[in-house]
């Protein structure tokens, strides 16, 4: 019986479209999770006839540095009839969709053993490239194309599950934010006749600190003054593990290891990075945190975390980037800034409302863990998957 195993490169060639008339403006990047994102690059004087039209059903790769990330960033274009991206990246398509689904490519290429043996052949390219060649010779087993369409629809059933749960997160965190700004931004949380504050004639008045009009009886202290500020710890790649406690920096999970940090939730402003530096996060439970990230410990008797968490989240933290040569915030600079800390029994049942929001939060994220780990079942299996009718 031969085996169902074939060359990549036997089903697929390579596109070079390029802007020519620029009629094509939505410029797309290419995400180590393999996923396109709009475009971060300054392309201002850029000529942008020279970059490449990706067209929908249509992949993108970079071969660079595969061995330094291990991974092969690769995605297929599905959200948009077309784009432009860079013209570094290699474009491709499937030469005949009804003997290779570009579907079924595409959960290929998200298998962690695909990366793994990209990394493997990329030790011996320039700054561990993946050699295109190399890349064409790498196979992957094809069903028929009947057991393909069955392979995809059970694996889109599962990821439609994890966007809806997603969704639902995304609504419940912009109903909690709401909920902020009406109480905290335009200062009307219920008095003590369950109105309005500012609205039914409740004081104000002028904070010099914050430079700015707030409730009376509120007050603006320093963030060193109601918390104590560290540094996660920055862990070497080879203590990672593939199960355990989440490694997270405050851009998310970078693997995991045998011990943690913090039993609890703690609240993170990444200090530096790529790009996001300032903005605030909340850690996993149980997490070990890197040096990305700085923590936030409150003193609880002085704010609640759900309000500080929102107030932190809505504030200009990226104001005080020190502006060198790499982006960053320092604990000190962080531990200086004023913040506004209202009267306790206010944060409370702000707090009360929140945690419910949380808790739903959570339970959605637990159900998406499942799902993602179902995901990862489908993808393992692929290898395992029957020949109904081997291509010759």
Same mark, same amino acid.
């Given at each position: ?60 790769? #970079? ?104 969704? +639902? ?50 007050? &603006? ?5 109601? &918390? ?36 609890? #939730?703690?609240? +993170? ?5 790529? #790009? ?10 149980? &997490? ?78 637990? #159900? ?5 780990? +179902? ?11 029957? +020949? ?5």
């Amino acid at each position: 019986m031969k085996s169902n195993y074939k060359k990549i490169g036997d089903f697929i060639e390579l596109v070079d479209e390029r802007n020519r008339d620029l009629r094509i403006t939505k410029l797309l990047g290419l995400s180590i999770t393999k996923e396109f994102i709009p475009s971060v690059a300054n392309t201002v004087g850029t000529n942008m006839s020279t970059y490449k039209i990706i067209r929908k059903g249509q992949f993108a790769c #970079s071969i660079m540095q595969v061995r330094r990330d291990k991974k092969m960033p690769i995605a297929l274009l599905q959200e948009f009839d077309k784009a432009i991206i860079s013209q570094a990246y290699p474009v491709f398509q499937v030469i005949d969709e009804n003997l290779l689904l570009p579907e079924y490519l595409m959960m290929w290429f998200s298998r962690s053993e695909f990366d793994r043996h990209a990394c493997f052949l990329a030790v011996g390219g320039v700054r561990g490239s993946l050699e295109w060649g190399d890349f064409l010779e790498m196979e992957l087993p094809i069903p028929s194309f009947e057991k393909q369409h069955e392979i995809v629809a059970e694996y889109n059933t599962v990821v439609n599950r994890i966007k809806l749960n997603e969704q +639902l997160n995304q609504k419940l965190e912009e109903t909690a934010q709401a909920l902020y700004k009406h109480w905290f931004v335009d200062f009307e949380f219920p008095n003590k006749e369950g109105k309005p504050y500012k609205s039914s004639g409740g004081k104000m008045v002028f904070n010099e600190e914050l430079e700015k009009q707030i409730p009376e009886r509120w007050e &603006a202290k320093r963030i060193e003054d109601v &918390a104590d500020l560290k540094y996660g710890k920055m862990l070497d790649s080879s203590l990672f593990l593939e199960s355990g406690y989440p490694i997270f920096s405050g851009y998310g999970i970078r693997g995991y290891y045998s011990s943690y940090m913090y039993e609890e #939730s703690q609240i +993170l402003v990444l200090c530096r990075g790529v #790009s996001g530096t300032g903005e605030v996060r909340l850690s996993p439970k149980q &997490a070990h945190i890197t040096n990305l990230s700085i923590v936030v410990e409150i003193d609880k008797n002085s704010v609640s975390r759900e309000y500080y968490f929102y107030y932190l989240k809505n504030d200009n933290l990226r104001s005080l980037d020190s502006g060198s040569a790499q982006s960053q915030i320092t604990s000190g600079d962080l531990g200086f800034h004023y913040t506004l800390i209202p009267q306790k029994g206010i944060q409370d049942i702000f707090g009360s409302h929140v945690i419910v929001v949380h808790e739903q939060l959570n339970i959605n994220e637990k #159900s998406i863990k499942k799902l993602n780990d +179902l995901k990862s079942l489908f993808l393992a299996k692929m290898t395992k998957v029957e +020949l109904e009718k081997e291509i010759a």
